[in-house]
């Protein structure tokens, strides 16, 4: 999931993600935020990993797969708020 705002893009080459996974575990409310398979254009049950927080080049972005609903993308930004410490 892309998580930087809009202000670097087509000027800088490396964009903020959390990597989103398949291998769903319960229990971990902080560090993954779920996401129910059909959500955001997945075909499968997948988890935000928050604490996975890293830059990529722009060149591996390849396509849009989707968009997340406007309150998970909020649980993403107070997770990583919190993992922050900011």
């Excluded at 996401?35 to 990529?56: E, F, H, V, W, Y």
Aim: charged share 15%; hydrophobic share 45%; with cysteine.
């Amino acid at each position: 999931m892309i998580v930087q705002n809009n202000v670097l893009n087509g000027v800088h080459p490396s964009t903020l993600i959390c990597p989103i996974t398949t291998q769903v575990r319960p229990g971990i409310k902080i560090l993954r935020v779920a996401i129910p398979q059909g959500t955001g254009g997945l075909n499968k049950t997948s988890a935000i990993m928050i604490d996975q927080l890293r830059a990529i080049d722009n060149k591996r972005l390849l396509k849009k797969i989707g968009e997340l609903p406007i309150v998970l993308s909020a649980t993403v930004g107070e997770n990583l708020k919190i993992v922050l410490d900011i």
